[in-house]
């Protein structure tokens, strides 16, 4: 053998002795996955329907102009479902300060409700309506409550003392312990009575009324559900109420979702033995990610829930190097087929959509990778307070509640830390 061929066999020996050196061992981790147990189902044996009857709450029901008017329209059709879901158990309201049982049947309620005629109270105290709503929920019973949410203090300035209206509703939800709460955001046009200033005083001549015969566009009003925990959770999966424009829900246990670590799809130097809930890293860089596939069950889930989990800004990886070389895309089904997934390579009767992490960087030394969905209180909420709503354009109350963090504090304060977790997909690293 010739010296330019042992020194061509040498320099090949030293590039791959160089490259099996400094490349790590492959990696393998145990993937914790969740089925779900069959659950007993929970009877309901009354719900306890509040409409809140203040003197604008008539202008989400204009008999007289043509719009979007959604009120006419959700009442019914989720009294029908739960007539039909619960016959016989529904119990109809109207409140202002306090609650009057409504005696003459949903279908005269739902006539009054359509001509506007139930509508049209006084004032109404929040802080006084949602303690006495929250106060009835038993066991086996959930209270639903229509309102705008505007506070008003009467003769004191909200403004000034709107923490009255938190501390009274905060001291009534922590006597339900188990209480869960679901809310829901609808966008309506508006044409009715506006307050005239922030002690409710003054011109009682509607013409003098801020914004008086003007359609306002993009007005909320707000459907609250309260009961145990399960029993708001079984109800809002129903999707029962529908064409809302956002949702929350505080205290409500979701950890019960199925998920499972899938063979395929994946990307780069990587394998997975789903089977033994193993996934092996060989290599990764940020020139050769790897990305796998984490199959999730979202059947007979909420459209809030399903939209918890589509929005990848709600989830949190750790450790916290992770943060900054870890992508997560969250797709359907429907989505997946379209990148050329057959069919047949997932179960689509068990999973609905599928998690996708791509990880650019590793830290082999780590003993665990955890990717964490968390029940944060969503921007909406933030956005839909507003600190005044007198003397300001009509296009700046689209989308908007004066003094609604006056209420939602209330609930934000006493569920802190409960049942803030959705989902958590764990990943430990197996020694040999």
Not at 81 to 96: A, E, G
Not at 204 to 219: E, F, G, H, V
Not at 395 to 421: C, M, P, Q, V, W
């Amino acid at each position: 053998m010739n010296k330019t061929i042992k020194n061509n066999i040498f320099r090949v020996s030293i590039f791959l002795f160089l490259i099996i050196g400094c490349c790590p061992e492959p990696i393998e981790y145990t993937f914790n996955p969740y089925q779900k147990t069959t659950t007993q189902k929970y009877i309901l044996e009354r719900v306890d329907f509040f409409m809140e009857t203040s003197a604008s709450m008539k202008g989400y029901i204009n008999t007289q102009t043509a719009g979007n008017y959604p009120l006419k329209e959700v009442i019914p059709f989720l009294l029908a479902d739960l007539n039909k879901m619960y016959p016989d158990s529904i119990q109809l309201y109207t409140v202002t300060n306090k609650p009057h049982q409504y005696t003459r049947g949903i279908q005269q309620f739902e006539n009054q409700l359509g001509r506007g005629t139930i509508l049209g109270g006084r004032s109404s105290k929040l802080q006084n309506v949602f303690s006495q709503v929250i106060d009835v929920v038993s066991e086996n019973s959930v209270s639903i409550l229509v309102s705008d949410c505007i506070p008003d203090l009467g003769s004191d300035d909200t403004k000034a003392n709107s923490s009255k209206i938190t501390t009274k509703i905060y001291k009534h939800l922590i006597k339900k312990e188990d209480l869960g709460v679901a809310v829901f955001q609808y966008l309506s046009d508006f044409n009715g009575t506006y307050y005239y200033d922030r002690l409710n005083t003054g011109s009682r001549n509607q013409r003098n009324r801020p914004y008086y015969d003007s359609i306002l566009k993009n007005r909320p009003f707000y459907m609250w559900v309260f009961g145990n925990q399960q029993a708001v959770k079984e109800l809002v999966s129903k999707d029962i109420f529908d064409n809302y424009q956002q949702s929350h829900f505080y205290n409500i246990p979701m950890k019960d979702i199925a998920y499972e670590l899938l063979d395929t799809p994946k990307k780069g130097k990587v394998s997975i033995n789903s089977e033994n809930n193993l996934l092996r890293i060989k290599e990764v860089s940020e020139k050769r990610p790897v990305q796998f596939t984490i199959g999730i069950n979202l059947h007979h889930q909420s459209k809030g829930i399903r939209n918890q989990f589509t929005n990848s800004n709600n989830y949190t990886i750790a450790p916290d190097f992770l943060k900054e070389t870890t992508s997560i895309a969250i797709i359907d089904k429907d989505t997946l087929h379209k990148k050329g997934i057959s069919k047949s390579a997932v179960d689509i009767q068990k999973f609905t959509h599928f998690l996708q992490p791509t990880f650019h960087n590793l830290d082999y030394n780590k003993e665990k990778i955890s990717i964490t969905l968390y029940n944060e209180t969503p921007i909406w909420i933030q956005q839909a307070n507003l600190t005044d709503d007198l003397d300001i354009a009509a296009d700046s109350l689209e989308h908007k509640t004066f003094g609604f963090n006056a209420i939602t504090k209330a609930f934000d304060r006493s569920f802190k830390g409960k049942n803030d977790t959705l989902a958590h997909f764990t990943f430990t690293k197996k020694h040999q």
